[in-house]
Structure formats: C-alpha cells, structure tokens
C-alpha cells in the first residue's frame, strides 16, 4: 500500500498527511475550504523544517515529501487511495455524508478509517456498504510528535482490515494500540473523567488550578496537569466528548461538572480563546 488520501486539513489532517507522506506515500489531501488547504501546506512546511533544523530529516528531504502531497477540495481525488483517512470537523452529519461519498468514490478494496475522538465508528460504518472496511485510526495531537495511534474496531470491522491497519500504523513509526468501539474508546473514557473530576475540585474549592495540576505532574508524573490539558484540547471538546459519554454508556458518572458548562457558556474555551483554567493573554500559563 503507497497511496492514501486524508480527507480534512486542519489541525490532525495536515499532521496524517505528512506522516504519510514522509514514509513515502502519495497522499492526497482533501478540504472543503481553499484557504485550510494552504494553511495545511505551510504548517507541513514548517514542520518539516524544524525537523531539518534538528537533524532528523536532511536537507533535500522537505522537498521530496511536499512533492508527494497533492491538495484539492474534490472528494474524486480519494479514488486511487488504498486507504482514507477521514479528519474533518467532528460532526456527525458531516461524518455520516462523507463516508457515504467516499464509499461510492473509493476503490472497492479500500480501507476507510476515521480520526473521530468520540463518534461511533459503527455508526458511521453503517453509512457505508463495507462496514467490514471501515474502522478507526485515532491519531494524538501533535501528530508528527505524538507516539500512539489508537485503532477502532467497529461492530463489523473484519479482522483483515484490522490486522491491515496495525501493519500502516507501524510502518508510519507509530505504535498502534486495537480497542472496541465503545464512546470514548480508551483514550477519552479514561482522560476526560480525571479532567471532570480535576474540575470539581476547582468548582469546590479543594485547591486552585495551579496547585491541582502541580499535584498530577509532581505526585503522578504526567507531563501536564489535568486542567492545562483540558485548555489545550478546548473546553468545549472536553464537554462535548462528556456528554458522548454520559449519553452513549448511560451512566451519570460521567455528567460534566457544571463549572465546565459555565465556562463554555461564558466563551472560555482555553488556549483557543485566550482563556480558560489559565489566562494565556496575560501569560499566566501553567
Ligand atoms: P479542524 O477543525 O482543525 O479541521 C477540520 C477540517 O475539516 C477543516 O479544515 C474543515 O474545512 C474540514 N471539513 C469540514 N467538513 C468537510 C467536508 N465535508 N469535506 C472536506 N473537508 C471538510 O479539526 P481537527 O482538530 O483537525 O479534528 C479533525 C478530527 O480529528 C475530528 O474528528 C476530531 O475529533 C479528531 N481529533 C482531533 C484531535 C485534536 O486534538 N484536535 C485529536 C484527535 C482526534
């Protein structure tokens, strides 16, 4: 397999497409909008770059790997893909029409996989006619950087298209890790409760941010605390990924603290907005 095609170029497409592409595949890379594309395109380059600058590709390589990346906004271009990787915004009803355009468009030995953090990957097998094809490639933000891929096998998903994917995975440096479609999957149904519960603590007066995250990264040794990750991948993500949660397993362990909701009611998203646990536009970061 050498041809792939990543549909969505935002934060995670433009990181799948040059991973891909840097272990020697063509890619193409799909988006609806023209300007995400040469957003895309330049973060690649500067990637790629900084990669150079600390000797970890050569000089000649930023070239070659651009070279085997080609931009478009038609879907059309995903037909000669062995696989598809799909990273656009996560909204059902986007999800949902895009798999069944890419199931009419892609070869009909194509694998399609889907970067979603909490959507079904059943769900959005069943709008296709190759469920047994479709599965989830859950990439970790910095995607050049970060080690895991998490691999999502759907109600249907045969274990050749999984044993097909762990194989990609590898072969792109990553180390994959296979999990059943359950919402959340591992990541998010084992981070997004600590995060909650890190919130309560503020909400209750237990301790400040500062000293909540200072317990999980000096006592626990993670390498950020709860609440300065939860600025980074944005309030309203972790929200919305609680109330998968809660809805999609049932369980009110799982229901979002309410100082969660009212920061996002109140437009305090995180990094993304300047404000969050932490104020990034008076620099008083963790
Ligand atoms: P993003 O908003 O940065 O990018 C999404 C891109 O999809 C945009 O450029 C948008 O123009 C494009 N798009 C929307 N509808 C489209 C369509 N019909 N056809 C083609 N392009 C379309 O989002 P992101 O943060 O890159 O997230 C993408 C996916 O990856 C989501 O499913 C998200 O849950 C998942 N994910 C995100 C992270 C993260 O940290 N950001 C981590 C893991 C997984």
Same mark, same amino acid.
Do not use: H, N, R
């Given at each position: 397999m050498k041809r792939a095609a990543v549909v969505g170029a935002g934060t995670m497409g433009n990181g799948i497409a040059h991973v891909f592409a840097q272990h020697g595949w063509e890619v193409a890379l799909i988006d609806s909008a023209p300007a995400a594309l040469d957003r895309a395109t330049a973060t690649i380059k500067g990637n790629l770059e900084r990669q150079v600058k600390k000797g970890?590709?050569?000089?000649?390589?930023p070239a070659q790997i651009l070279g085997r990346i080609r931009t478009g906004a038609k879907l059309d271009a995903a037909a000669p893909a062995e696989i598809v990787i799909e990273a656009a915004s996560e909204n059902p009803a986007v999800k949902f029409s895009l798999f069944e355009q890419l199931d009419r468009i892609a070869a009909p030995d194509a694998i399609l996989a889907s970067n979603t953090s909490s959507i079904s990957i059943t769900e959005i097998a069943a709008h296709t006619r190759r469920p047994e094809q479709v599965i989830g490639m859950h990439f970790m933000n910095p995607v050049p950087v970060m080690q895991l891929v998490e691999v999502i096998r759907g109600h249907a998903t045969s274990d050749a298209a999984t044993a097909t994917v762990m194989e990609v995975a590898r072969a792109l440096g990553k180390t994959p890790v296979e999990v059943n479609d $359950?919402?959340?999957?591992?990541s998010n149904r084992v981070l997004m409760p600590m995060i909650n519960e890190a919130i309560f603590c503020v909400m209750e007066g237990v301790a400040t941010p500062e000293s909540i995250d200072t317990v999980m990264k000096l006592g626990m040794a993670h390498p950020m605390g709860p609440l300065a990750l939860a600025d980074f991948i944005g309030l309203d993500v972790c929200l919305a990924i609680l109330e998968v949660l809660q809805r999609g397993l049932g369980?009110?362990? $799982?229901r979002a603290a309410p100082l969660l909701r009212k920061m996002v009611a109140a437009g305090y998203l995180g990094r993304k907005s300047g404000r969050g646990f932490y104020d990034y536009q008076q620099k008083r970061e963790p």
């Open positions: 970890t590709l050569p000089a000649e390589a $359950y919402p959340g999957f591992v369980d009110d362990k $799982y």
